[in-house]
């Protein structure tokens, strides 16, 4: 005799729940928050309404199609040999456009300047121009996606020791402000054909593996080379700059030139976005407690929602405490208007589609767990001083039956309910995925 039946043993058994079922378990829900004064329709509209930028690089393990085979550099390291990755545009945009279809909501696709169609050539990154991202454009307006785009500062001869725009010789880093310039314009075509502004995130692996001699000099060349990017101004319509800071890489343990401070300080005085990623600081540092302080002094800021685990910054998404306090940040401080959420995980050990279909879910749920909060209430125990009621109800809270109001979303949006989205996922790795060869 067998305890659990074989056939919901495994993944594909698992049956989603009928519609009446959905939303009878919603009808109560709904009126479980109504007693904590929560409408849960009001929370779904305000969900519906988000747009995260889902990363190009899940799906390839930040390889990109630059014709040159490189070695991925930058200190970044994508571990697991799962097979079927996205080898080609086509592949790419079929494979995220399937992660799309089991996530609620309209998204935004985020794409590498290394993910440009170069039929062929060799393009230099200092000549990417807008035509190598016209396919993407063409095909982001036909799916209603808004595109956002980063310059790729690794995986590149002129990166190979590590230095980019900080470099000492000036010729490199010439070459790197030309790929930076190159990118905001294409970017800024991106914004200006899809109607909604890009997001350019400036990401740089800068820094050296021991102690340096000259921690200064790197800094200020960072600085000079950014201005210089940055020298012609774009309308805000088409193209928002942004600096991603990191604590440490690898290769890059004992200092790294463009640090949290570096980036506070330039993204205050030059009107920049900030970009913090979850995965960039020191473990016992969380960016859901930076959030209210550096949005104290910058009009906005880019979020790369990511999980670290030990060395690595980029676990993919998983509904954890840290997640849900960036979402609870972003919603009880009102800063969703100013802060654009992107992702960024990359897992080759797993399906890469199922990676970006768990990380996205995870997102949006937690701003769903977020937007289900009495925090008027909450707020005013903590102003009377009732430290007593606010620890108890917020304890009380994680046992609202939250799952019903998720489900009734997925429902309502049309993607599969629970796991049963992962069925989806096995029939595109057996009919497609595990065709593609290496
Ligand atoms: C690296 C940064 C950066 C990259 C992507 C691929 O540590 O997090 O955002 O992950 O640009
Ligand atoms: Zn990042």
Known sequence: MTLIDPSIRTAGGIQEPSAKQIEEAYELARERYADLGVDTDTA????STIAVSIHCWQGDDVRGFESADRPLGGGLAVLGNYPGKARTPDELRSDVLKAMNLIPGSHRFNLHASYGEFAGRNVERNQIDVEHFQGWIDWARDHHLGLDFNPTYFSHDNASDGFTLSHPDPGIRQFWIEHGVCCRRVAAAMGR?????????????????????????????????????????????????????????????????????????????RNKMLCLDAGHFHPTEVISDKLSSVLTYLDQVLLHVSRGLRWDSDHVVTLNDELLAIAQELVRGDYLHRVR??????????????????????MIRALLLAFLEPIEWLRHLENEGD???????????????????????????????????????QDYEQSVLSRRLD
């Not at 960024?344 to 797993?350: E, M, R, T, V």
């Not at 108890?392 to 989205?421: N, Q, T």
């Open 387 to 425: 430290f007593t009621a606010r620890l108890a109800i917020m304890e009380e809270l994680k046992s609202m039956p939250f799952g019903a109001v998720w489900d009734y979303y997925c429902l309502r949006a049309g993607v599969p309910i629970g796991a049963s989205w992962l069925k989806v996922i």
């Open 193 to 269: 054909q899809l109607g909604s502004p890009s997001v350019t995130n400036f990401w740089i692996p800068d820094g050296f593996k021991d102690t340096p001699a000259d921690r200064k000099s790197p800094r200020a060349r960072l600085a000079d080379s950014l201005d210089a990017i940055f020298r012609d101004e774009i309308d805000a319509c088409h193209n928002i700059d942004a600096v991603e800071a990191k604590l440490f890489g690898l290769g890059s343990e004992a200092y790294v030139v463009g640090s949290h401070e570096f980036y506070l300080g330039y993204a205050i005085t």
């Open 44 to 47: 779904l509209s305000r969900l």
């Open 341 to 362: 959420i992107g992702l960024d995980f990359f897992d080759a050990s797993i399906n890469r589609v199922a990676a970006w279909v768990i990380g996205t879910r995870n």
